[in-house]
C-alpha cells in the first residue's frame, strides 16, 4: 500500500469509526411528515408518506391507506390493524407492502376489484357503511367524470373504487381515492379533514379540487396524489375561504 493509499483508508477508517461513514446515493431514509390533530378523544396522528399513501395513528391502532413500497418502507413502519385500499391501480395497491404490515389479525377494507388479488379482506361497495376494528367507515364514490382513456373509457369508472370517511372519535376525515369533483360530494356532512387528488390527467385539477372543496367545507384540506400539479394554484384558489385550511405536504 503506498503513502497516498494508506492516507486515504485511514481516513476513511477514522469516519467509519466516527460514525460519519459516507451514506450512499440513494440509501438516505427518507423522513416523513407527520401532523398531530388534537381532539377530546385521543389526538390523531398523520403520517404523510407520499403519492396517495398515508398512516393514521389514533388510540393506539394503526391505519394504513393504499400501502405501496415505492412511496415508504414497510420494513420499518409498524404493522397495521386496518388498512383501506380505494383502488386496484398499482400506485394504490401493492400486495408486497401488505404482506410486509398485514397480521393475523388485520383488517383490511377494500373493493370488489381489489378483492380479488388480495384474499380475507371485507368488501365495501359505493354506499355501504360498516363499523370496522371499533372504527365507523363509509364507503362513497370516486370516479371520473371528464378524464379519460384515449378509447374514451373514464381513467377510473364509476362504482370500481372507493372513497372512505372514516370517524375517529368525532373527527371526521375524507380519504378520496383517485376522483374528480363528482356531485356525491355534495352528500359529504361534517368533514374536518379532507385528502383530495389533483393530479392530471387521472384524477383533479386545483380548479376542480378548490370546488369540490367548497362543497362540503372541511376545516382542513390537504391536497394528495399531486403529481408535478403545484399545490400551491389551490391555496391561491382557497383564499378568500377563511374556512378552509389548505395545508401542503410532501405527497406526490
Given at each position: ?89 398499482g400506485d ?72 372512505y370517511v ?55 384540506l390537504y ?30
Amino acid at each position: 500500500m503506498n503513502r497516498m493509499a494508506a492516507r486515504v483508508w485511514l481516513i476513511w477508517a477514522t469516519l467509519i469509526a466516527a460514525g460519519l461513514g459516507v451514506v450512499p446515493a440513494g440509501a438516505e431514509e427518507k423522513k416523513l411528515e407527520e401532523d398531530v390533530i388534537k381532539a377530546e378523544q385521543g389526538d390523531l396522528k398523520i403520517t404523510f408518506i407520499g403519492h396517495g399513501t398515508l398512516m393514521f395513528t389514533w388510540q393506539n391502532k394503526v391505519i394504513h391507506v393504499d400501502p405501496v413500497t415505492r412511496e415508504g418502507d414497510y420494513t420499518k413502519l409498524p404493522k397495521a390493524d386496518l388498512v383501506l385500499i380505494t383502488h386496484e391501480h398499482g400506485d394504490h395497491l401493492d400486495p408486497k407492502a401488505l404482506e410486509l404490515i398485514r397480521r393475523p389479525q388485520t383488517k383490511i377494507v377494500l373493493t370488489k376489484i381489489c378483492a380479488e388479488k388480495i384474499a380475507g379482506g371485507l368488501v365495501m361497495k359505493n354506499g355501504d357503511v360498516r363499523t370496522v376494528d371499533g372504527l365507523k367507515i363509509e364507503a362513497v364514490p370516486a370516479y371520473n367524470i371528464v378524464h379519460k382513456r384515449p378509447d374514451g373509457d373514464p381513467f377510473h369508472p364509476k362504482g370500481n373504487g372507493n372513497g372512505y370517511v372514516v370517524t375517529f372519535g368525532k373527527q371526521r376525515v375524507y380519504i378520496a381515492g383517485d376522483t374528480e369533483n363528482i356531485p356525491e360530494m355534495k352528500d359529504l356532512k361534517q368533514i374536518d379533514i379532507a385528502f383530495l387528488p389533483m393530479n392530471l390527467p387521472y384524477t383533479m385539477t386545483p380548479e376542480m379540487v378548490a370546488d369540490a372543496a367548497r362543497v362540503f367545507a372541511p376545516k382542513i384540506l390537504y391536497p394528495y396524489h399531486y403529481g408535478q400539479t403545484d399545490p400551491n394554484e389551490l391555496v391561491k384558489l382557497l383564499a378568500d375561504d377563511k374556512n378552509i385550511e389548505v395545508r401542503i405536504r410532501k405527497m406526490r
